[in-house]
Structure formats: C-alpha cells, structure tokens
Nanobody, 113 residues
C-alpha cells in the first residue's frame, strides 16, 4: 500500500525559498508524480508534475518551482524559489493523473508579504 507523507512547509517571507519533500513509501519505482496545492476557499490545483523525466508547471509557478524525484530514497521534491503571498496553501503530492493514492496530510506553506 502506497503512503504519501509531505513535509518541509513553513512560514517564509515573500522572495524566500522552501523545499518540500514527499516520502512515497510502498512504491517500487516513481515514474510520475505531481505537487498540488489548495488555498483556503479554492479548489486543489496541480502546480507541478514530472513524468518519465519530463516536467510541467502551471504558469503561475514556471521559472520559480522545480519538481524532482529521487528513486533511491523514494522521495519527490518541490524546490520553491521567489515565493509570493499567492503561493500560500497546503501542498500535497500525488500522481498527476489516473487513480489517486490516498492523500496525505499535506504541508502548510505560508508566505508573508
């Protein structure tokens, strides 16, 4: 059974950086994964995805966020630079398409302006 556990969130000033981590236990090989976020009162959105080595980002984070996979450690990362107040949300990892695994608790990112 696959379990996803996100960590690395926190409070940061606008312009700062954070690196989020997603531990994907129970996965033999991570080929595709995504990072989602949900801000208060808004729907969950996919902001970054990686599949077969190719990456895709929503326009609002292009050039600032980088998604990566470490298949030795079974970890997925989201490096977030030049953070903005509008990046404030709970961040989750899960597959970018198809049948989702059970959602983890997420990790809160709060960017103060």
């Amino acid at each position: 059974q696959v379990q996803l556990r996100e960590s690395g969130g926190g409070l940061v000033q606008a312009g700062g950086s954070l690196r989020l981590s997603c531990a994907a236990s129970g996965m033999i090989f991570i080929n595709a994964m995504g990072w989602y976020r949900q801000a208060p009162g808004k729907q969950r959105e996919l902001v970054a995805a990686i599949s077969g080595g190719s990456t895709n980002y929503v326009d609002s984070v292009k050039g600032r966020f980088t998604i990566s996979i470490d298949n030795v450690k079974k970890m997925v990362y989201l490096q977030m630079n030049r953070l903005k107040a509008e990046d404030t949300a709970v961040y989750y990892c899960n597959v970018p398409s198809g049948t989702y695994y059970q959602w983890g608790q997420g990790t809160q990112v709060t960017v103060s302006s």
